[in-house]
């Protein structure tokens, strides 16, 4: 089974430019989430899909991000314009039941300079 | 409201001792507890889970944590610690009952010194 792939890797970018981070979770899990972990601090939740409705989006930290999960596939975060203070690593996971655990992907470090 | 503490930044053992790395919980309901660690360079991999039954679970690695419900901590031990341990871990609950999602610790840095 493939896991949870999420790319890039690695992006940097410049003040105020956008970034797209993008998000496959593992085939058949309609559980979607999103978390950042920023500098050192605890790993913080964005947002939960449940197939492509957003359930929680509580954690969204302001209006320059959105998320989409289009037909409940894969799911993209988009930051625009980016700050710095947007800099960390975005983590996604999947889960097929919301206590099932999740299995998160590798992580896409972001660093805006 | 739920939340996770990981009391140390980092923790220090060398390779062969037993290591300990602490994990307190406050959550309105029965939790589920999750331990999940993060290599250098590399995405969060799940180690284990406490969803009921045994307080004692046994996970990846040789890994195994404690649930102790009146101390609310899920801490998370190792017999005999390998340099190839030294890695981020983090310390997850969500809480059983309604709709919640996992909450994470600040991470605590395990470095096993040869």
């Known amino acids: 089974e493939a896991g949870v792939t999420q790319f890039p890797s690695h992006s940097v970018i410049e003040k105020g430019q956008t970034v797209t981070l993008r998000c496959d979770p593992i085939s058949g899990h309609d559980n979607l989430y999103w978390y950042r972990r920023v500098m050192g601090k605890e790993i913080k939740f964005l947002l939960h899909?449940?197939?492509?409705?957003?359930?929680?989006e509580s954690g969204m930290p302001n209006n320059r991000f959105l998320a989409e999960r289009t037909g409940g596939t894969y799911s993209t975060l988009k930051v625009q314009p980016a700050e710095l203070e947007d800099s960390g690593v975005y983590f996604c996971?999947?889960?097929?039941?919301?206590?099932?655990?999740?299995?998160f992907g590798s992580g896409t470090r972001l660093t805006v300079v | 409201a739920q939340s996770v503490a990981q009391p140390e930044d980092q923790v220090n053992v060398a390779e062969g001792n037993p290591l300990t790395v602490k994990c307190t919980y406050s959550?309105?309901?029965?939790?589920?507890l999750f331990w999940y660690v993060q290599y250098p360079n590399r995405g969060l991999q799940f180690l284990l889970k406490?969803?009921?039954?045994?307080?004692l679970v046994k996970g990846s690695y040789g890994f195994e944590a404690e649930f102790n419900k009146s101390q609310t901590s899920f801490h998370l031990k190792k017999p005999s610690a390998l340099v190839s341990d030294s890695a981020l871990y983090f310390c997850a609950v969500l809480n059983s009952g309604g709709y919640q999602k996992v909450t994470f610790g600040t991470g605590t840095k395990l470095q096993v010194i040869p």
């Open positions: 899909f449940v197939k492509e409705s957003k359930q929680d």
């Open positions: 406490y969803i009921t039954g045994d307080n």
């Open positions: 959550v309105s309901g029965n939790p589920y």
């Open positions: 996971a999947s889960s097929e039941f919301d206590r099932a655990g999740y299995t």
